[in-house]
DNA sequence: CCAAAACCGACTGGTTCAGTAGGATTTGAG
DNA sequence: CTCAAATCCTACTGAACCAGTCGGTTTTGG
């Protein structure tokens, strides 16, 4: 597997707050109700999403979360990786700084045999997490509102 | 990390034998020398990729391993899932025998909202590792030649 | 004041990782 | 025939991570 839930559930988190046109905060029990996930565990993640500036809080009664930015400006290899931490296909590959690709274990001679696979692999990877946006995701998972079949919906932020 | 050792360690093991021209066997000794791996562990990944009818071994004195097939009609995608298991974004996901698809938790409604992200992930990956057979490795590794080790180039990569 | 909410840290059972250990079996060579 | 080299097989282990749970603190609107 190449994520864990923590990608899955917080990317579910994201597209849910995205879902909500105003700027009324939505509460984590609410997210958590809407899709059936622990409250206690989306705590942990929706706190590394806020120290990665992705949203912001408000304390106290009726606080929430709310998307630091519009969904159309929020691309999800930002989100999964501060969720799941650096996104890379094998423990010796790191991403400088600078943008350069570095395998901790090539010597003196020029390459490690498998430089090359696990640079397309991360190419492959961060091309399609970098050219989706959380928009998209909000779209394609049923528009702004949340699906009503079945007579059942949220209560609406009156 | 997207991938464990496993799959460093059983790419580099395939590459040492598509370096090999002859049908001559090589050993996991040998293998685990020229690659500084434990050669236990790697007695663990071989049997994988032997299951998987990707090598070929010969027992006895003298035995050993080969590649099944020549060099350039192995893709990776067929090593890295015979040494990972199979290479999914996220646990939901299950590719079916006839190539489809399946998020466990889609409902009634649509679509889960992630559905969209993972397979554009699963299709980045897929083409990166089924778009590299394992004779560019070797290739791009330094031929049929190991690397001296007296700082030469491998100006021959194309 | 009170309830709702964000915040924080500790803890836990389960699984995977990355090997290690100890053997059993097969085979070529002397 | 015997020995050494090799594949093959099962079991075990310490460490790390996953997926939560729990209890408690702080902030805030009504």
Known sequence: MLFSTKA???VRLMVELGRQPGSTPISLSTVADAERLP???LEHLVAKLRKAGLVT???GAHGGYRLAMPPEEITLDVVVEALEGQVAPMECFHRMP?????????GDDGACATKLL???VQGGVTK???GTTLAELVEFSGGGEKAVKGGE????AA
């Open 39 to 41: 409250l206690s565990y």
């Open 128 to 130: 399609a997490l970098a």
């Open 8 to 10: 899955e559930y917080g």
């Open 98 to 106: 600078d943008g350069r690709v570095l395998c901790s274990h090539e």
């Open 153 to 156: 919906k949220i209560a609406s």
């Open 118 to 120: 696990w640079t397309r």
């Open 57 to 59: 809080s408000t304390r």
